[in-house]
């Protein structure tokens, strides 16, 4: 006999031991200490009757029962259920590799506003440094007042068209232009004008030449009504200008916001996408003298986007210097 049977051997011999002295002690007879007359008078309890039946019949009516029922039913796994999620199997180690793009991941530069004097260098390229100059209070506001009225009532202003992709369209402003030159923009063309200038224009462009040595002999005129006239993007780099045209921008009326974008590279059709360009906004006042000089025209485009809330009238007037073509 291996251990195992004799392990087994000791187990069951314990179950059927005598009941140990305590029990005894404590006032219960077992049925093995009774003597014959009180085995005789012992009526057997109804549990006992129930344990008595055999044990065999018992368990055969249950795996029956229990197999009837289990019919059906998917069978059980043969390990725990706890290995089929895979709890005991380790994953394997993962590694993360980083890959550059392969397309570059472009983003929009944060846009500015500039409502502070001074002298900003607002990008510098292989083409070289574009720039403004920012004066909020170059004319008094009592001087603006009456330039602004002077302009209304002297300049011959005038509404045009704009023609854009062969389709013609009426401008959202009237305009005027002062030189001996014509002028050629969006398909239109600005006959010469050599009509002696009025006062209130004299006295700014003298003003102008002090403050930044330059002798304008142009200038164009736009007056918004409110605020749904407007100016579309645009760079005044047209050739009569030359390659790097200072331009000096005077506000009489109402505020209007003036924004900047930058210009991207073409793509290979020529096309640009402005979708990543930074917009410059610079509210302008009346009496405000913006100037634009370098290679902003070049580099950047600017407009007077339309607006839709009230807005006066106001007075735009831009100085130019224009140079002969044949010279250039």
């Known amino acids: 006999m291996n251990f195992d049977k004799k392990r087994r051997a000791r187990v069951q011999g314990g179950w059927a031991s005598a009941p140990s002295s305590s029990q005894s002690k404590s006032g219960f007879k077992s049925r093995n200490h009774l003597t014959p007359n009180e085995q005789g008078n012992e009526k057997p309890k109804p549990e006992a009757q129930a344990e008595s039946r055999p044990v065999s019949s018992k368990l055969s009516r249950q795996a029956l029962s229990q197999a009837k029922s289990d019919k059906g039913k998917p069978p059980m796994p043969v390990g725990p259920i706890w290995m ?12 993360f590799v980083f890959q550059d793009p392969e397309e570059e991941i472009k983003m929009k530069p944060a846009d500015q506003l500039i409502t502070k004097p001074g002298v900003f260098d607002i990008s510098t390229e292989p083409s070289g440094v574009s720039r403004i100059r920012f004066f ?91 605020g749904h006239d407007s100016i579309g993007w645009h760079s005044d780099d047209e050739k009569i200008f030359g390659k790097t045209p200072t331009i000096a921008s005077l506000s009489f009326g109402d505020e209007r916001v003036f924004e900047l974008r930058k210009k991207p590279p073409p793509d290979e059709s020529g096309e640009r996408d402005y979708t990543y360009s930074q917009v410059i906004r610079i509210p302008l006042h009346s009496g405000a003298l913006l100037i634009m000089e370098g290679c902003t025209q070049s580099d950047w485009q600017h407009r007077v986007p339309k607006e839709y809330h009230d807005r006066g009238p106001r007075i735009n007037i831009t100085f130019r210097v224009t140079v002969p073509v044949d010279n250039r």
């Open 84 to 95: 089929a999620k895979n709890i005991d199997t380790p994953s394997p180690r993962q590694t």
């Open 136 to 226: 909020p209070n170059f004319v008094e506001p009592s001087m603006s007042e009456a330039i602004y009225a002077e302009l209304y009532k002297e300049i011959p202003w005038r509404q045009r068209h704009d023609i854009h992709n062969g389709i013609q369209a009426m401008q959202p402003r009237l305009t005027a232009w002062f030189s001996d030159v014509p002028y050629t923009y969006a398909g239109v063309t600005e006959p010469p004008n050599s009509a002696e200038w009025p006062p209130a224009l004299r006295q700014l462009k003298n003003q102008l030449a002090e403050v930044t040595g330059i002798e304008f002999n142009a200038l164009a005129a736009n007056l918004y009504r409110d």
